[in-house]
């Protein structure tokens, strides 16, 4: 029922910034958190960052005080704002929506490419 659509992704130079955008058609749930994972190939697909729909918001470690997470639209979309960009933020950047009422029920986005190099 709920279709996740992401897009922003590209080339960009070490430091240099991209935005990333993911929109969510149909209902989504009342209770969710929607955010971003990143995977590399040869990796495990990690979490990057989520908005609660309550409102708090979280970051791996490895992006804090770089990416900055936001949602608007009445909650329909989310975006990725991505700074000081570096070559191992270099990954297929997947939109993710979670029901927090039920761990099991989420949907995933096709997933963007977002590679960072000189």
């Known amino acids: 029922q709920v279709h996740l659509v992401e897009s922003g992704g590209g080339l960009v130079q070490p430091g240099g910034s991209l935005t990333l955008s993911c929109s969510a058609s149909?209902?989504?749930?009342?209770?969710?958190?929607m955010g971003w994972y990143r995977q590399v190939v040869g990796k495990e697909r990690e979490f990057v960052a989520a908005s609660f729909s309550g409102g708090p918001k979280t970051y791996a470690d490895s992006v804090k005080g770089r990416f900055t997470i936001s949602r608007d639209n009445v909650d329909n979309t989310v975006r990725l704002q991505m700074n000081y960009l570096r070559p191992e933020d270099t990954a297929v950047y997947y939109c993710n929506l979670r029901d927090l009422a039920n761990s099991r029920e989420q949907v995933w986005g096709q997933g963007t490419l977002v590679t960072v190099s000189s």
């Open positions: 149909g209902s989504i749930f009342k209770l969710n958190a």
